[in-house]
Protein backbone atom coordinates (compact mmCIF):
# COMPACT_ATOMS: atom_id res chain seq x y z
CA UNK A 1 0.00 0.00 0.00
CA UNK A 2 3.21 2.03 -0.08
CA UNK A 3 2.54 5.11 -2.47
CA UNK A 4 4.54 5.36 -5.74
CA UNK A 5 5.91 8.71 -7.12
CA UNK A 6 4.01 9.87 -10.05
CA UNK A 7 4.67 12.28 -13.28
CA UNK A 8 2.74 13.17 -15.43
CA UNK A 9 3.82 12.68 -18.90
CA UNK A 10 1.25 12.45 -21.71
CA UNK A 11 2.29 10.20 -24.71
CA UNK A 12 2.85 12.35 -27.67
CA UNK A 13 0.70 10.92 -29.80
CA UNK A 14 -2.82 11.76 -28.19
CA UNK A 15 -1.32 15.50 -28.36
CA UNK A 16 -1.05 15.13 -32.15
CA UNK A 17 -4.59 13.49 -32.25
CA UNK A 18 -5.98 16.26 -30.21
CA UNK A 19 -4.07 19.13 -32.39
CA UNK A 20 -6.13 17.42 -35.41
CA UNK A 21 -9.12 17.38 -34.13
CA UNK A 22 -9.09 21.12 -33.18
CA UNK A 23 -8.37 21.35 -36.65
CA UNK A 24 -10.95 19.84 -38.56
CA UNK A 25 -13.41 21.27 -35.45
CA UNK A 26 -16.70 21.15 -37.31
CA UNK A 27 -18.63 24.38 -36.66
CA UNK A 28 -22.11 24.95 -35.89
CA UNK A 29 -24.36 26.74 -38.48
CA UNK A 30 -25.95 28.84 -35.51
CA UNK A 31 -25.48 32.23 -34.61
CA UNK A 32 -22.33 33.78 -34.22
CA UNK A 33 -22.69 35.96 -31.48
CA UNK A 34 -20.59 36.63 -28.25
CA UNK A 35 -23.40 36.18 -25.92
CA UNK A 36 -23.56 33.44 -23.57
CA UNK A 37 -27.17 33.45 -22.85
CA UNK A 38 -27.87 30.17 -24.63
CA UNK A 39 -24.67 28.27 -23.36
CA UNK A 40 -20.48 28.82 -24.32
CA UNK A 41 -20.49 32.01 -26.23
CA UNK A 42 -19.82 30.97 -29.95
CA UNK A 43 -17.53 33.64 -30.82
CA UNK A 44 -16.04 32.79 -27.57
CA UNK A 45 -15.68 29.50 -28.39
CA UNK A 46 -13.78 30.02 -31.77
CA UNK A 47 -11.41 32.18 -30.12
CA UNK A 48 -10.84 29.82 -27.10
CA UNK A 49 -10.05 26.66 -29.83
CA UNK A 50 -7.63 28.99 -32.07
CA UNK A 51 -6.02 29.24 -28.81
CA UNK A 52 -5.73 26.02 -27.36
CA UNK A 53 -4.75 25.10 -31.00
CA UNK A 54 -1.97 27.51 -31.79
CA UNK A 55 -0.83 29.04 -28.55
CA UNK A 56 -1.47 26.75 -25.30
CA UNK A 57 1.55 25.26 -24.33
CA UNK A 58 0.47 21.58 -22.52
CA UNK A 59 4.36 21.07 -21.95
CA UNK A 60 4.64 23.52 -20.06
CA UNK A 61 1.39 23.13 -17.93
CA UNK A 62 2.47 19.46 -17.53
CA UNK A 63 6.40 20.72 -16.10
CA UNK A 64 4.43 23.47 -13.24
CA UNK A 65 1.90 20.30 -12.65
CA UNK A 66 4.99 17.82 -12.12
CA UNK A 67 6.53 20.79 -9.32
CA UNK A 68 4.15 19.56 -6.87
CA UNK A 69 4.79 15.97 -5.58
CA UNK A 70 2.55 13.39 -7.10
CA UNK A 71 1.88 9.73 -5.99
CA UNK A 72 -0.34 6.70 -6.50
CA UNK A 73 -1.59 4.37 -4.05
CA UNK A 74 -3.65 1.24 -4.71
CA UNK A 75 -6.57 1.15 -2.35
CA UNK A 76 -9.23 -1.66 -3.07
CA UNK A 77 -8.10 -2.11 -6.51
CA UNK A 78 -8.21 1.68 -7.58
CA UNK A 79 -5.16 3.82 -7.84
CA UNK A 80 -5.46 6.66 -6.38
CA UNK A 81 -3.68 9.46 -7.89
CA UNK A 82 -2.74 12.65 -5.11
CA UNK A 83 -0.40 15.74 -4.61
CA UNK A 84 1.23 15.18 -0.79
CA UNK A 85 2.90 18.26 -0.01
CA UNK A 86 4.65 18.38 3.33
CA UNK A 87 4.56 21.73 5.27
CA UNK A 88 8.37 23.70 5.44
CA UNK A 89 8.00 22.96 9.31
CA UNK A 90 6.04 21.73 11.80
CA UNK A 91 2.22 20.74 10.27
CA UNK A 92 -0.13 22.47 12.64
CA UNK A 93 -2.61 19.55 10.72
CA UNK A 94 -2.34 17.31 7.66
CA UNK A 95 -5.77 18.99 5.33
CA UNK A 96 -7.09 16.84 2.67
CA UNK A 97 -8.44 19.14 0.12
CA UNK A 98 -11.39 17.82 -2.45
CA UNK A 99 -12.84 19.85 -5.38
CA UNK A 100 -15.75 19.02 -7.53
CA UNK A 101 -16.94 18.84 -10.95
CA UNK A 102 -15.97 20.34 -13.87
CA UNK A 103 -13.07 20.98 -12.16
CA UNK A 104 -10.06 18.79 -10.68
CA UNK A 105 -7.44 18.38 -8.14
CA UNK A 106 -5.37 21.22 -10.66
CA UNK A 107 -8.39 24.08 -8.65
CA UNK A 108 -6.05 23.92 -5.73
CA UNK A 109 -2.65 25.19 -7.33
CA UNK A 110 -2.98 28.48 -6.04
CA UNK A 111 -3.21 27.59 -2.73
CA UNK A 112 -1.14 24.84 -2.05
CA UNK A 113 1.68 26.66 -1.36
CA UNK A 114 0.19 29.46 1.04
CA UNK A 115 -0.94 26.29 2.97
CA UNK A 116 2.30 24.20 3.57
CA UNK A 117 4.62 27.02 3.89
CA UNK A 118 2.87 30.61 4.87
CA UNK A 119 5.65 31.77 6.19
CA UNK A 120 7.17 32.30 2.69
CA UNK A 121 4.27 34.79 1.86
CA UNK A 122 4.24 36.86 5.50
CA UNK A 123 2.64 34.44 7.14
CA UNK A 124 2.58 32.96 10.34
CA UNK A 125 5.02 29.46 10.01
CA UNK A 126 3.20 27.78 12.62
CA UNK A 127 0.07 27.71 10.29
CA UNK A 128 1.60 25.13 7.69
CA UNK A 129 -0.23 22.14 6.96
CA UNK A 130 0.52 18.63 5.23
CA UNK A 131 -1.34 19.16 2.25
CA UNK A 132 -3.08 16.43 0.68
CA UNK A 133 -4.73 17.10 -2.60
CA UNK A 134 -6.50 14.38 -4.86
CA UNK A 135 -7.76 13.33 -8.06
CA UNK A 136 -11.39 12.33 -6.85
CA UNK A 137 -12.49 8.60 -8.02
CA UNK A 138 -13.73 8.91 -11.93
CA UNK A 139 -11.88 12.13 -12.33
CA UNK A 140 -8.31 13.11 -14.25
CA UNK A 141 -5.32 10.57 -12.97
CA UNK A 142 -7.36 8.48 -10.74
CA UNK A 143 -9.88 7.81 -13.34
CA UNK A 144 -12.77 5.44 -13.16
CA UNK A 145 -13.30 3.52 -10.07
CA UNK A 146 -14.95 0.24 -10.04
CA UNK A 147 -17.54 -0.04 -6.80
CA UNK A 148 -18.41 -2.51 -5.16
CA UNK A 149 -22.20 -1.50 -5.47
CA UNK A 150 -23.71 1.22 -8.26
CA UNK A 151 -25.62 2.99 -5.52
CA UNK A 152 -23.83 5.81 -3.44
CA UNK A 153 -20.60 6.24 -4.90
CA UNK A 154 -19.49 9.25 -2.99
CA UNK A 155 -20.08 7.09 0.14
CA UNK A 156 -17.40 4.12 -0.97
CA UNK A 157 -15.23 7.22 -2.91
CA UNK A 158 -15.37 9.03 0.90
CA UNK A 159 -14.19 5.26 2.14
CA UNK A 160 -10.96 5.10 -0.13
CA UNK A 161 -10.16 8.97 0.55
CA UNK A 162 -10.56 7.92 4.33
CA UNK A 163 -7.85 5.51 3.84
CA UNK A 164 -5.84 7.29 2.08
CA UNK A 165 -4.89 9.35 4.76
CA UNK A 166 -4.96 6.89 7.75
CA UNK A 167 -3.56 3.68 6.48
CA UNK A 168 -1.34 5.57 3.34
CA UNK A 169 0.00 8.32 4.85
CA UNK A 170 -0.42 7.59 8.41
CA UNK A 171 -2.94 10.38 9.58
CA UNK A 172 -4.85 9.71 12.62
CA UNK A 173 -6.65 12.90 12.66
CA UNK A 174 -6.56 14.94 10.02
CA UNK A 175 -8.62 18.13 8.81
CA UNK A 176 -11.44 17.99 5.23
CA UNK A 177 -11.92 21.04 2.97
CA UNK A 178 -13.91 21.36 -0.17
CA UNK A 179 -16.57 22.43 -2.21
CA UNK A 180 -19.58 21.69 -4.80
CA UNK A 181 -19.16 17.21 -4.74
CA UNK A 182 -16.02 17.63 -2.47
CA UNK A 183 -17.90 19.60 0.21
CA UNK A 184 -20.35 16.49 0.04
CA UNK A 185 -17.46 13.92 0.09
CA UNK A 186 -16.11 16.07 3.59
CA UNK A 187 -19.61 15.85 4.83
CA UNK A 188 -19.44 12.06 4.47
CA UNK A 189 -16.46 11.51 6.05
CA UNK A 190 -16.91 13.75 8.98
CA UNK A 191 -20.21 11.85 9.27
CA UNK A 192 -18.79 8.49 8.92
CA UNK A 193 -15.50 9.33 10.45
CA UNK A 194 -15.49 11.66 13.21
CA UNK A 195 -12.56 9.95 15.53
CA UNK A 196 -10.73 11.07 12.28
CA UNK A 197 -11.51 14.11 10.80
CA UNK A 198 -11.62 17.15 13.43
CA UNK A 199 -13.26 19.39 11.38
CA UNK A 200 -14.56 20.17 7.90
CA UNK A 201 -14.35 23.57 5.91
CA UNK A 202 -17.17 24.40 3.31
CA UNK A 203 -17.45 26.86 0.76
CA UNK A 204 -21.23 25.30 -0.04
CA UNK A 205 -23.86 23.22 1.96
CA UNK A 206 -24.84 20.63 -1.14
CA UNK A 207 -27.85 20.41 -2.98
CA UNK A 208 -28.99 17.70 -0.60
CA UNK A 209 -30.18 20.53 1.69
CA UNK A 210 -32.40 21.77 -0.47
CA UNK A 211 -34.97 19.05 -0.16
CA UNK A 212 -36.19 19.98 2.92
CA UNK A 213 -40.42 20.53 3.73
CA UNK A 214 -40.40 24.13 3.45
CA UNK A 215 -43.09 23.79 5.67
CA UNK A 216 -40.68 23.52 8.86
CA UNK A 217 -38.44 26.54 7.44
CA UNK A 218 -38.31 30.27 8.49
CA UNK A 219 -39.27 32.86 6.04
CA UNK A 220 -35.88 33.52 5.23
CA UNK A 221 -35.23 29.76 4.38
CA UNK A 222 -38.35 29.66 2.64
CA UNK A 223 -36.94 32.82 -0.01
CA UNK A 224 -33.61 31.20 -0.17
CA UNK A 225 -35.03 28.03 -0.77
CA UNK A 226 -37.35 29.56 -3.49
CA UNK A 227 -34.24 31.74 -4.59
CA UNK A 228 -32.38 28.16 -5.03
CA UNK A 229 -34.94 26.41 -7.02
CA UNK A 230 -35.30 29.54 -9.55
CA UNK A 231 -31.54 29.72 -9.89
CA UNK A 232 -31.56 26.18 -10.93
CA UNK A 233 -34.44 25.72 -13.28
CA UNK A 234 -32.20 29.14 -14.99
CA UNK A 235 -29.37 27.45 -14.93
CA UNK A 236 -29.29 23.68 -13.70
CA UNK A 237 -29.81 21.85 -17.03
CA UNK A 238 -26.84 20.67 -17.15
CA UNK A 239 -27.54 18.86 -13.39
CA UNK A 240 -30.39 16.96 -15.80
CA UNK A 241 -28.88 15.55 -18.56
CA UNK A 242 -25.85 14.33 -16.48
CA UNK A 243 -28.10 12.78 -13.74
CA UNK A 244 -30.48 11.35 -16.52
CA UNK A 245 -28.74 10.65 -19.54
CA UNK A 246 -24.97 10.58 -18.91
CA UNK A 247 -24.78 7.45 -21.13
CA UNK A 248 -25.95 10.04 -24.64
CA UNK A 249 -23.46 13.06 -23.56
CA UNK A 250 -20.67 11.34 -22.46
CA UNK A 251 -19.48 9.96 -26.10
CA UNK A 252 -20.05 12.95 -27.41
CA UNK A 253 -17.56 15.21 -24.85
CA UNK A 254 -14.79 12.61 -24.63
CA UNK A 255 -14.65 12.45 -28.32
CA UNK A 256 -14.88 16.54 -29.58
CA UNK A 257 -12.49 18.78 -27.80
CA UNK A 258 -14.96 21.32 -28.46
CA UNK A 259 -17.63 19.92 -27.01
CA UNK A 260 -15.97 19.12 -23.79
CA UNK A 261 -14.91 22.60 -23.86
CA UNK A 262 -18.22 24.58 -24.89
CA UNK A 263 -19.54 21.93 -21.89
CA UNK A 264 -17.12 22.99 -19.01
CA UNK A 265 -16.37 26.76 -19.86
CA UNK A 266 -19.91 27.20 -19.70
CA UNK A 267 -20.01 26.28 -16.52
CA UNK A 268 -16.93 28.34 -14.67
CA UNK A 269 -18.23 31.34 -16.76
CA UNK A 270 -21.65 30.98 -15.11
CA UNK A 271 -20.14 30.32 -11.26
CA UNK A 272 -17.85 33.04 -11.94
CA UNK A 273 -17.75 36.29 -10.02
CA UNK A 274 -16.48 37.88 -13.63
CA UNK A 275 -19.43 40.09 -14.64
CA UNK A 276 -19.85 38.11 -17.67
CA UNK A 277 -16.07 38.34 -18.48
CA UNK A 278 -14.87 34.87 -17.77
CA UNK A 279 -10.99 35.96 -17.91
CA UNK A 280 -11.38 37.90 -15.24
CA UNK A 281 -11.57 35.17 -13.01
CA UNK A 282 -9.51 32.30 -15.06
CA UNK A 283 -7.28 32.68 -17.90
CA UNK A 284 -7.09 30.82 -20.88
CA UNK A 285 -4.18 28.37 -20.01
CA UNK A 286 -6.33 28.37 -16.32
CA UNK A 287 -9.43 26.81 -18.05
CA UNK A 288 -7.20 24.77 -20.80
CA UNK A 289 -5.10 22.97 -18.09
CA UNK A 290 -8.45 22.19 -16.30
CA UNK A 291 -10.24 20.73 -19.63
CA UNK A 292 -6.98 19.19 -20.54
CA UNK A 293 -6.83 16.81 -17.66
CA UNK A 294 -10.20 15.99 -18.75
CA UNK A 295 -9.08 14.99 -22.14
CA UNK A 296 -5.88 13.54 -22.13
CA UNK A 297 -7.06 10.55 -18.73
CA UNK A 298 -10.42 10.78 -20.84
CA UNK A 299 -12.81 11.00 -17.92
CA UNK A 300 -15.53 13.02 -18.58
CA UNK A 301 -17.63 10.71 -18.26
CA UNK A 302 -16.58 8.97 -15.65
CA UNK A 303 -16.57 11.99 -13.65
CA UNK A 304 -20.34 12.76 -14.59
CA UNK A 305 -21.46 8.87 -13.62
CA UNK A 306 -22.23 10.20 -9.78
CA UNK A 307 -24.64 12.45 -10.82
CA UNK A 308 -27.11 9.66 -12.13
CA UNK A 309 -26.27 7.30 -9.31
CA UNK A 310 -26.51 10.06 -6.61
CA UNK A 311 -29.91 10.79 -7.58
CA UNK A 312 -30.98 7.01 -7.99
CA UNK A 313 -29.72 6.55 -4.42
CA UNK A 314 -28.57 10.21 -2.59
CA UNK A 315 -25.33 9.92 -0.39
CA UNK A 316 -26.46 12.59 1.86
CA UNK A 317 -30.12 13.82 2.50
CA UNK A 318 -31.21 16.85 4.91
CA UNK A 319 -31.47 14.47 7.91
CA UNK A 320 -28.05 13.60 8.31
CA UNK A 321 -25.99 16.01 10.15
CA UNK A 322 -22.53 16.68 10.87
CA UNK A 323 -21.29 16.66 14.57
CA UNK A 324 -17.60 17.63 14.02
CA UNK A 325 -16.73 21.42 13.74
CA UNK A 326 -17.59 22.47 10.39
CA UNK A 327 -16.13 25.95 8.93
CA UNK A 328 -18.68 27.94 6.02
CA UNK A 329 -16.76 30.52 3.46
CA UNK A 330 -19.89 31.54 1.39
CA UNK A 331 -19.02 33.56 -1.76
CA UNK A 332 -21.80 35.90 -2.87
CA UNK A 333 -21.65 35.23 -6.65
CA UNK A 334 -22.02 31.30 -5.83
CA UNK A 335 -25.37 29.56 -7.58
CA UNK A 336 -28.11 30.62 -4.98
CA UNK A 337 -25.97 32.81 -3.03
CA UNK A 338 -25.47 32.86 0.76
CA UNK A 339 -27.80 31.04 3.04
CA UNK A 340 -29.20 31.76 5.85
CA UNK A 341 -26.70 30.71 9.11
CA UNK A 342 -30.04 29.02 10.53
CA UNK A 343 -30.59 26.75 7.19
CA UNK A 344 -27.05 26.00 7.58
CA UNK A 345 -27.63 24.47 11.37
CA UNK A 346 -30.02 22.31 10.31
CA UNK A 347 -27.23 19.85 9.08
CA UNK A 348 -24.30 21.37 9.72
CA UNK A 349 -22.26 21.83 13.59
CA UNK A 350 -21.65 25.35 12.46
CA UNK A 351 -18.46 26.53 14.39
CA UNK A 352 -17.35 29.24 11.68
CA UNK A 353 -18.66 31.24 9.54
CA UNK A 354 -17.65 33.44 6.65
CA UNK A 355 -19.61 35.78 4.29
CA UNK A 356 -17.13 36.88 1.43
CA UNK A 357 -17.16 40.13 -0.27
CA UNK A 358 -16.94 38.94 -3.43
CA UNK A 359 -16.29 35.51 -5.28
CA UNK A 360 -18.43 31.82 -6.85
CA UNK A 361 -17.79 28.55 -6.87
CA UNK A 362 -14.33 28.41 -7.45
CA UNK A 363 -12.76 30.23 -4.56
CA UNK A 364 -9.18 28.62 -4.50
CA UNK A 365 -8.99 29.64 -8.00
CA UNK A 366 -10.71 32.92 -8.62
CA UNK A 367 -10.20 34.48 -4.30
CA UNK A 368 -6.98 32.04 -3.47
CA UNK A 369 -5.87 34.65 -0.30
CA UNK A 370 -9.14 34.52 0.65
CA UNK A 371 -9.74 31.46 0.82
CA UNK A 372 -7.02 29.98 2.00
CA UNK A 373 -6.83 32.76 5.02
CA UNK A 374 -10.43 31.55 5.36
CA UNK A 375 -9.24 27.79 5.63
CA UNK A 376 -5.92 28.80 7.94
CA UNK A 377 -7.86 30.85 10.49
CA UNK A 378 -10.87 28.24 10.94
CA UNK A 379 -8.40 24.92 11.60
CA UNK A 380 -6.49 27.30 14.05
CA UNK A 381 -8.78 27.31 16.40
CA UNK A 382 -9.30 23.38 16.26
CA UNK A 383 -5.96 22.81 16.41
CA UNK A 384 -5.20 24.91 19.47
Known amino acids: MKPEPFLINVDQAVLGDLEQRLRRTH ?23 RYWQNQFDWRKAEAYLNQ ?15 IHEKAHGQARLPLLLLHGWPD ?33 PGFGFTGPVRHGSPKQPNRQSAQLLWQLMTDVLGYRKFAVAGGDGGGALAQILAIEHPESVVGIHLTDLGWHVTNVDPKTCSKAEQKYLEGAKKAFMADGAYAMVQATTPHSLAPALTDSPSGLAAWILDRFHSWSDSGGEIEKSFSKDELL ?11 IGSSIETYRADTLSPSLTPSDHVDVPVGLALFPRDMSGI ?3 EFAERTLNVQHWTEMPR ?16 ITAFFRKLAA
Do not use: C
Not at 289 to 299: A, K, P, Q, R, S
Not at 364 to 370: K, N, R, T
Open 27 to 49: WTNGPRDDTWDFGTSPEYLRDFL
Open 68 to 82: FSQFKAELAGARIHF
Open 104 to 136: SFYRYYKVIPRLVAPGAIGGDPRDAFDVVVPSL
Open 289 to 299: TNIMIYWVTGT
Open 339 to 341: PPR
Open 359 to 374: GSHFPALEEPEAYATD
